[in-house]
């Protein structure tokens, strides 16, 4: 008997997420007017109290079920990847979902162009309200020089570039250039993993459609403090850095990182340094926030700010720290942690 022709391996990787948002996950890609496709649901942890559900959409999905001890997300996508068979390979995490022509529209489109990347645009999710995220307004083939641009724009955070949600890969390309994500990685790991397969492709295809819809876990805005965040994010910079340092070919890109670099000082300054979890008093706050600052690799980058890669809160914080001003920066930490807190109804 011939063996079904897969189109799209949707990798799904699954961990500590609620019933009823996974099945909404799943209803999605069941709704899909494409059919060639599988779904390769990855458990990071013991798949048994996700069954009952999971069980639901056998007879109705080429559904596939890992599972793996407690990894982390790039583990979990590594696997599936592993395991796809498909022409293209599309990331969905298990609380977001899609449209029902966006797998259909992107694999054609990107059989059409031969790219090997496709790209359309999230909607970002708060609760009730939604907020589309447009990185161009017009369809776009990034190749050859024009490249450059789209791979520096993985490096820019609020392009939405870096994400690998939204996207479709195509397999060969992941497979002849040996892309995997990197499991010592557990922040920004989509930002290095993207910057690498930019690089590795010769025609990216960008789509202004809003197709992937990315729920904000407002319960994750306000959780328990991590003592180990900076240092998290201080290793992926750290990587993205080893990457350019590694092809040699790519200083186009060195204003890109530093703003890279700096989006995730003001992540940092929010979630670590200014975070009302760290046990620290303002001014103690503030002075473990001016030795972060000194580490090398944001001192390096605030020597080259490029304020038109940041929104209008973002520039002013930055400003503050080009003015050493950190009391302006706590408090603009203290009115996105009040913002959070709104945001989960707190």
């Not at 799904?12 to 099945?23: A, D, F, K, S």
């Not at 776009?140 to 791979?151: D, P, S």
């Not at 397969?197 to 789509?207: E, G, K, N, S, T």
């Not at 209008?312 to 807190?341: D, N, P, S």
């Amino acid at each position: 008997m011939e063996e079904k022709r897969i189109q799209v391996s949707v990798v799904v990787p699954v961990y500590q997420v609620p019933l009823e948002l996974l099945q909404r996950c799943l209803d999605s890609l069941k709704a899909q007017t494409l059919h060639e496709i599988e779904v390769l649901l990855v458990f990071d942890e013991p798949a048994r109290s996700y069954l009952p559900v999971v069980e639901k959409y056998r007879g109705v999905l080429d559904l596939h079920v890992l599972e793996q001890a407690h990894g982390g997300v790039s583990a979990a996508r590594n696997l599936g990847m592993s395991h796809a068979r498909g022409t293209w390979v599309s990331f969905v995490d298990s609380d977001d979902w899609i449209n029902p022509d966006m797998l259909s529209g992107m694999a054609g489109e990107g059989e059409s162009q031969q790219a090997d990347i496709v790209m359309a645009q999230h909607v970002m999710e708060y609760g009730t309200v939604s907020q589309p995220r447009t990185y161009l307004p017009q369809p776009h083939l990034f190749e050859g020089e024009e490249k450059r641009q789209f791979e520096c724009d993985v490096l820019k955070p609020q392009t939405g570039a870096g994400f690998v949600t939204a996207k479709l890969f195509r397999r060969n390309m992941l497979e002849e250039g040996n892309l995997r994500f990197r499991e010592d990685l557990s922040a920004a790991e989509d930002a290095e993993f993207m910057f690498r397969a930019a690089c590795q492709a010769r025609r990216i295809l960008c789509l202004p459609q809003n197709v992937y819809h990315y729920w904000f876990n407002t319960g994750s805005a306000v959780r328990a403090y991590r003592p180990d965040y900076a240092q998290r994010y201080m290793r992926s910079m750290e990587a993205i850095q080893a990457d350019l340092e590694a092809m040699g070919d790519r200083e186009y890109c060195r204003d890109a990182y530093d703003s890279c670099v700096l989006y995730h000082l003001l992540l940092i300054a929010v979630n670590d340094s200014f975070h009302p979890g760290n046990g620290l008093s303002g001014a103690a706050q503030r002075r473990a926030f001016r030795a972060m600052v000194a580490q090398p690799i944001f001192a390096k980058a605030l020597k080259h700010i490029h304020y038109g890669d940041f929104s209008t809160t973002r520039k002013i914080t930055l400003l503050c720290l080009q003015l050493r001003c950190y009391f302006g920066v706590e408090l603009i930490a203290k009115v996105r942690h009040w913002q959070f807190h709104r945001y989960a109804g707190k």
